[in-house]
């Protein structure tokens, strides 16, 4: 095994128990582990298979096979930046709805508190 096969897998399965422990200690939801997991399977796939990345690039028409890693991860970055947009918008919704809530159950106290009651 070349010493680039070995830092690879290493780097993969330490980064893969890094987002198992997060998930353990609740610092990271699931939905988004599972993105991290498949990447870090990729990552593996293709440090044990080899020629897999030269075939791939070949494929796709790059002559340089890490130029094709860095497509693949710059793709990667781009799907997690989307997902993430996407949880801010709704998660920024959701703020201004509850804002809007409180703010009418606050006017509906203060008008209760004005009207005197029956005594």
């Known amino acids: ?3 680039v096969v070995f830092v690879s897998l290493l780097g993969a399965i330490g ?5 198992l422990e997060l998930v353990r200690r609740r610092r990271l939801q ?3 582990s599972m ?4 990447t870090c399977l990729i990552l593996i796939v293709l440090a044990v298979v080899p ?5 791939i690039s070949s494929a796709v028409g790059i002559v340089y096979p890490p130029n094709a890693l860095f497509i693949a991860a710059f793709g990667f970055v ?5 997902n993430f947009s996407i949880a801010v918008s709704r998660l920024s919704e959701q703020t201004s709805r509850l804002a ?7 006017e509906q106290v203060r008008r209760s508190g004005e009207r005197p009651g029956p005594d």
């Open 51 to 55: 020629g897999l990345l030269d075939r």
């Open 100 to 106: 809007q809530r409180l703010a009418m159950l606050e």
């Open 35 to 38: 993105l991290w997991l498949v």
């Open 78 to 82: 781009l799907l997690v930046l989307l």
């Open 30 to 32: 699931e939905r988004y």
């Open 15 to 19: 980064l893969s128990l890094v987002v």
């Open 1 to 3: 095994m070349s010493r």
